[in-house]
């Protein structure tokens, strides 16, 4: 199994009055609001990513509102990026032809090229500026335009701006990423009449070079960036270019990072070009890098903000506050409306040492749920979104644990309000002891919490909140000093309640009584604590420290039971409000850390609680998966071989450490095993296996997978998990803890080229998974018969779609796992289990 995985892991903070979007500095002219997709969760579901314009998916209408049209003579023939209501990027090739800005225009808001769509804009161009430095004569370097249109496009659900990354932003190869167009839909195709996207992989820059010296004509350049499969099947292809390449920013926010270029044909692999003719090789996608053209796109944009700033309506327009108190009123005139499309910021820099303290005294700002359209927002220490606000109700006093901080106020071209009116001042840390209390406290290092008038009783009705950032790639720990609040049974009426981030989406601990709680720990670098008190009885309060531990350090499995994981809470109460007869949902629902794809990573104790380890005297033989409480998957070739002991065998669940005693976990005897009567140890066909126990499983943190419709397929390029706990590459011993890796579904036909010379190759009832041009990405020994599971389309559910069964190695390059398609199978599996277990079925 291997070593370790990834993910996107993708905070997002929020309620009514403040939620996470893009922290990048509201720089240029670009919206606060960029890169958030108004039809959707910011935070889509990592495993979407992968659902894969050649080879890609017809979008909903306005999930990617930044997308533009260029049109010459209202004909669509290149693509574009919505940065701000003036401004659109896209690729220098595609507007180098003589007298084309008298035929050209820009349309936004367009899906389908054939209708004219409810918020569909155009607008023509005033003019065009392509890069200094790009070559027609080699279109491939430098090769990105500004187009400045004549008008402001309005913002709305389907015509809305990507945002431009960070200089320092980095999207590191395996990270994946969306581009769309009304392109080819295969080379030499047909044109798309509606949108289409496709995700693919950033590569990394060596394998992006290599690829492209194989061509007849080798390319390099300064400003290229490559992405797509080695085997091919997913590309942009004709008249894409100028599109987006986008990508989601650690902060939530779409961001723009490429501009679709050119690549040698589409969606060509480029795995075996030297093998091929010079006329049929491939290439990945090659895109325009805009982190590198960053200076060349702010040089014209800024220069446009300054142009405008003498008659912008705020009071201080990307200036500082003065002094280290005062008051700001936005608009100035208290009884003014603002105005449509502000972009507005202030700074606030006070002493080292020192913090801020902002206090409102007047609010009328568009009210939202999540304040998508007007809103106020403001940024402290790193970019960090302390809040967005909105709505009529003036926001709670708001300290901030840092000696800098930046108001930004954005408006649309809808409704309008009042403003704001605010009162800041610098503060010693130690002057507000009840900080959290008499407001909304943000801290940013190490310190104590405690609650007001602490030790003395604190007040009734009381209601405090600290939200506390740690630093990137930190946790935080905190630890109670005393405590002593009214007891409750459930801590109904008294409480200190930690949650997982300020949406309060997830609770990590509740605690009320007099005993010292157990520390806690949270599960990513934020966490919002909660201090309530009823209309009844007081007492002496509580105090408790908080720090900061790197992630690196910290090893979930082996935390001390002192402290107390997120997983950890209700699991008991979770795993009961689960009916028996649900299959394919856990409890601890499964995380992922990293942000790239990366190989594996330690799983989530209990995050996939159908894992099942096939055992002959204690040692891990296979893995398996739980169907029933009294029926198992696993692989035929496990059994096949070891005939001898065949009265030894036991399957254990419920277990994360395989080598630890672990109070979860049930061992059962095997009343038989049932392998499949077609099963050729040869070809590796119908590797399946049933194994009937004997006695029932308790599903509490054991839970069944579901299983898939007959002769489901399983789509190419779709993401799933495998689970388990064997050898992490051929040199390295077992892994004691469940593994888990992400693994996209390979093309059938590319599958079958890489093993055309396996005996029997790879039949229809088997697929491919992984990443055959990378090595240690794969499952190993120990592994086989384990599961390969694949969320359902409304992400509600895990389906068992594949079982472990062989490849060549563990992990190497140009051989991926091969799987057992369960699909095939269902008949088979139904005829054997029906009638002695209760029939499961998803949410």
Known sequence: MPASLGHLLLLMIGTTYFREGSSRPMSLQQDAKCGKKPLESSTPSFYNYLSRIVGGNQVQQGSHPWQMSLKQAN???????????????????????????????????EHDLSLTEVEEQTLPVKYIISHPKFDPRKPMNYDIALLKVDGNFKYGPKVWPACLPNPDERFDPGYICSTCGWGRLRENGILAQVLYEVDLPILDQDECSRALLTLQKPVQGDTLMCAGFPDGGKDACQGDSGGPLVCISEHGSWTLVGVTSWGM????????????????????????????????????????????????????????????????HFPESPK????????????????EGMHIL??????????????????????SKDDRLVGKFCGMDPPLPILIGSNSVRLT???????????????????????????????????????????????????????????????????????????????????????????????????????????????????????????????????????????????????????????????????????????????????????????????????????WPWQASMQISGENICGGAVLTN????????????????????????GVHDIKAQEPNSQKRSVKKYIIHPDFNSTTMDSDIALVQLTEPLEFNHVRPVCLPEKDEKVE?????????????????????????????ILDSEECHNYYMNHSGGVSKQMFCAGFPTEKDKDSCSGDSGGPLVCLSEDSSYYTLNGIISWGFGCGRK??????TNVASFIGWINQHISGTSKPLHSF
């Not at 003014?336 to 002493?351: A, E, G, I």
């Not at 495998?722 to 469940?738: C, F, H, M, Y």
């Open 336 to 351: 003014r409306f603002y105005l449509d499309n502000q972009l507005c910021v202030w700074t606030l820099l006070v002493p």
């Open 409 to 607: 106020f954005v408006s649309d071209n809808k409704e309008h309000g009042t403003g704001f009116s605010m009162k800041y001042q610098a503060v010693a840390p130690a002057m507000l002891p009840d900080s959290g209390c008499g407001s909304l406290a943000i801290l940013f290092e190490e310190g104590t919490i405690q609650s007001m008038h602490y030790p003395e009783a604190y007040s009734n009705l009381a209601d405090c909140q600290w939200i506390i950032h740690a630093p990137e790639n930190y946790v935080v720990k905190l630890t109670y000093e005393n405590f002593n609040l009214e007891e409750n049974k459930d801590c109904t009426y008294d409480s200190v309640t930690v949650y997982e981030n300020v949406a309060v989406e997830k609770e990590i601990a509740r605690s009320c009584g007099f005993a010292i709680p157990a520390p806690v720990l949270s599960s990513s670098s934020t966490i919002l604590i909660r201090f309530h008190s009823d209309e009844s009885e007081t007492f002496g309060g509580f105090r408790a420290t908080f720090s900061f531990i790197p992630l690196a350090d910290l090893n979930i499995s082996n935390t001390s039971s002192e402290v107390i994981l997120p997983e950890q809470i209700n699991d008991h109460e979770d795993a009961i409000g689960i009916p028996d007869n649900i299959c394919g949902v856990a409890a601890n629902q499964p995380r992922f850390l990293f942000s790239r794809i990366t190989g594996g990573e330690e799983a989530v104790p209990y995050s």
């Open 630 to 653: 009294m029926w198992v998957v696993s692989a035929a070739h496990c059994f096949t071989y070891r005939k001898q002991y065949r009265n030894l065998w036991r399957v254990v669940v």
């Open 358 to 379: 902002l206090n409102f005294s007047h609010f009328d700002v568009e009210p939202d749920t999540f304040c998508d359209y007007d809103s106020l927002s403001v940024i």
């Open 716 to 744: 190419p390029s779709r993401v799933c998990v495998i689970t388990g706990w064997g050898v992490q590459n051929e040199d390295r011993a077992k892994s004691r803890k469940l593994q888990q890796l992400e693994v996209p």
């Open 814 to 819: 140009d051989y991926p796992g091969v799987y």
């Open 75 to 109: 004909s669509h023939y290149c693509g574009g990026t919505l940065v701000s209501t003036q401004w659109v990027i896209t690729a220098a090739h595609c507007v180098q032809s003589r007298n084309l800005l008298s035929s050209l225009t820009v349309t936004a808001g």
């Open 265 to 328: 044909g589409c969606a060509r692999g480029w795995v075996h070009n030297l093998r091929k003719k010079y006329h049929r090789r491939g290439s990945p996608g090659v895109f325009t890098d805009l982190i590198k053209l960053l200076p060349w796109i702010q040089q014209y944009m800024a220069t446009d903000v300054r142009m405008k700033s003498s008659t912008a309506s705020c009071s201080v327009q990307d200036g500082r506050l003065p002094d280290n108190e005062g008051r700001l």
